[in-house]
């Protein structure tokens, strides 16, 4: 099969050096990070929270990705000459852009199920099912690889001016990217963009309203939406307003050369979204959080101290499970509230397996009987002196009169 020519001369020292280096300490990072936080996905399934549906699609997208990097790698050590097949330079960077927006789609879905826990906790619980996120996650997947396959089908070989073959790059633009990029961006970028940005706005409002909740736990909250929406922002906005740019600007070798090194910066940034996605979910996971420090933190400080802690390590702090439940106040109507517990507790019971622990509280004469499914782990509200609730978070309404 013939190969294209590239008209433009460009320099691609900065994949010799800048992302050579990214991509060997992304892998480095990524891959264990990655096969941590799908151990906790799937410890969510067994406990049946759609959350764990989302998480473990995020993360299979992102290790997909992390497999294609040797390749890539090769191809800069080569002096970005691609040795291999065609096909193998199209499907990677069909990975790439796949991550890319497969990423996006399930942050969305992580967003979404969110705004629906916290702002209304009692409503819409059919969509927050197994079976709904499982669903959800099957078109998720269908829809962008069908993207893929539709727009991504042409030629991604090209020769240089040093009749190397370029992979996936085509300077000047092709004709047929010019519809894809504004695509990718109106489609792919800002829509998900109005929905994490309106979804955290309205829980961070709902939080702001709690006037019970104490302040340290209203700024874990605010910690936790704001990093979400950090990460999406460092990660893809860059690449897609240069993207943008590019698609409307580009027409002469001049102007590609000097947009090519921050196009290709933000194309990097991309790939740290694979780093990224792990880092925010053991960020909302309590169980990801003391495994961590029982792996990484633990043995660090018993090499400084030169010494073993007895005991099972546990932070000096005790270990808390937020758990929702739901009371009759207010004149017959549900009213949603979230108890912090500590391990410490000695109102813990066991169901009926013996297995999960329950959590029963009584407040006003009520006996209080935790949801059994919980949010992430590290959502933080409370009830204020009276025992009313000062947050309204939470899914269903369960709750029991005291006899």
Known sequence: MSEDIMNCTIGHEIHQYLFSCVYILVLLVGVPSNLYSLYHAALQLKQNNELGVYLMNLTVADLLYLASLPLWLQY?????????????????????????????????????????????????????SMRAAWLVSLVVWLKEIAVGVVFFHHKELSKDHKNQSVCFEHYPMQPWEYPVNYYRFTVGFMFPLAILSISYLCVLRAVGRSAGTLPDQKMRIKQLVSSTILIFLVCFSPYHVFLLVRTVLERDCNFITGIFNYYHVSLLLTTLNCVADPALYCFVSESARRGLYRVIARPIARILCCRCRRGNGIPANPVTDSQEVATDENNGHPTVMMLTHTSGLNNLQTDDLGKNPIFITQTQGKTIIPLNEQINGNSDTCADGNGKPSCAIGMEEQSRHKE
């Open 76 to 128: 800069f050590f080569q002096g970005d000459d691609w040795s291999h097949r065609e096909w193998l330079c199209q499907l990677c960077g069909f990975l790439l852009y796949e991550n890319i927006y497969i990423s996006i789609g399930f942050l969305c879905c992580i967003s979404l199920d969110r705004y629906l826990a916290v702002v209304h906790p009692l409503r819409f619980t059919s969509l927050r």
